[in-house]
């Protein structure tokens, strides 16, 4: 299936879609995960955002071909030495023009302009604290997905690259989350993904198992 096709199947469709916007200066993602009606899984569109000027400074950095997938058009270089938000902003109105948005669930850590201009837009922001209460449920449902091969995501190497990075912490009641603190590498699109998935499981009947992470 080519890219075209994928994302021709998700036209029309109701989602979910996780922002992660880190610093200005580093990888900002938003990641749109579309529940199957049928219980299969659920598909995952991702965008990621970062600033041209240090893009190739990065690029040595982080050991990764970001101007590549520049060019192959899976992340968007904004102009500047800081990712613009404006771009993401123009971003999302596009996706709600051809997906069905029914919630933005966003990091609040560094969120507050964007999110207030979605607001006054009209997009349903919902703000996810970033805390092991409120994360081990949807970081839980990604690792069912993950191991019973129900996340569909194209094959999108920014993506495929973040969550092969994932390192989790723990409390002392064994609950857990992501972790950018552990993670040597970035984690960016799994974070948005793990702020989608729980808003859609809050509003879509999901099997509950309940497998085991390995932590770091």
Not at 180 to 201: F, P, Q, W, Y
Request: contains cysteine.
């Amino acid at each position: 299936m080519t890219r075209a096709d994928y994302r021709a199947r998700l036209k029309g469709r109701r989602c979910y879609v996780g922002l992660d916007l880190g610093s200005t200066k580093d990888l900002t993602a938003t990641v749109a995960v579309f529940p199957d009606d049928v219980g299969a899984g659920f598909d995952v569109l991702p965008q990621f955002f970062m600033p041209k000027d240090n893009m190739h400074a990065r690029v040595n950095r982080d050991g990764v071909p970001y101007d590549q997938w520049e060019r192959d058009a899976f992340l968007i270089a904004t102009p500047g030495p800081v990712t613009d938000y404006e771009y993401i902003r123009v971003h999302l109105h596009a996706w709600a023009d051809e997906f069905e948005i029914r919630e933005l669930p966003y990091d609040p850590w560094n969120a507050t302009d964007l999110v207030s201009r979605l607001l006054q837009d009209g997009l349903p922001c919902v703000p996810i604290r970033q805390g092991f209460a409120s994360l081990t449920a949807p970081t839980k449902s990604l690792e069912t997905a993950i191991l019973l091969k129900r996340l569909r995501h194209d094959g999108h190497p920014i993506l495929r690259w973040n969550i092969g990075n994932i390192v989790v912490e723990t409390d002392a009641a064994g609950n857990y989350k992501l972790s950018k603190h552990l993670s040597t590498e970035r984690i960016d699109g799994a974070a948005a993904l793990v702020n989608a998935i729980d808003r859609m499981d809050r509003h879509t009947d999901a099997p509950a198992d309940d497998p085991v992470l390995v932590t770091a």
